[in-house]
């Protein structure tokens, strides 16, 4: 398993235009031992295997997990993640091929609200400031490159989701 994956392709953006296929894939990354068939991903996000296999099929097709040859079990064949972060080419964002994935990212930071507000456990801020975006993005890819460095094995995971645009117009 790499440690990063940058995507670089339009279709493996669309592999993450859809929050199911992107849980699948945070489950599959989790460790580099990680390897699940598709039953048990069914089984563990609580859905139908034959709705998921249509999801997972196109993570495969994209090259954003793979088939473990030696882990077949009977007829389900286990899947893993190739990396454990996947970074989007900055050509990619650009280009405004990064449609999906936003919504996908915006549709886990709903569901996490709705989860996690009432018990306190999210987070979140906000500050608009003069910067230009390419500065801007240099710090976030910093911060999380520093957030990465100091991850703490023994401590439940946590998401950090950052955006970084232009004020949106006001009504």
Partial sequence: MQDTLVLNKPEQLKALGHPLRVRVLEMLAEDTDFRLTNRELAQRLGVDPGHLHFHVRMLLKAGLIELVDNGA??????????????????????????????????????????????QGQFRSAQLEVRLPLERALEMMTAFLSAARDVEQDDTDKIVLTMFAHPPAAQE
């Fill in 73 to 118: 079990r009977g007829r389900e064949k286990p899947y893993r993640a190739v990396a454990r972060t996947f970074r989007v080419a900055p050509e990619l964002l650009a280009s405004g091929g990064a449609r999906d994935l936003q919504a996908a990212m915006i549709d886990h930071v709903q569901r996490a609200h709705a989860t996690y507000s009432p």
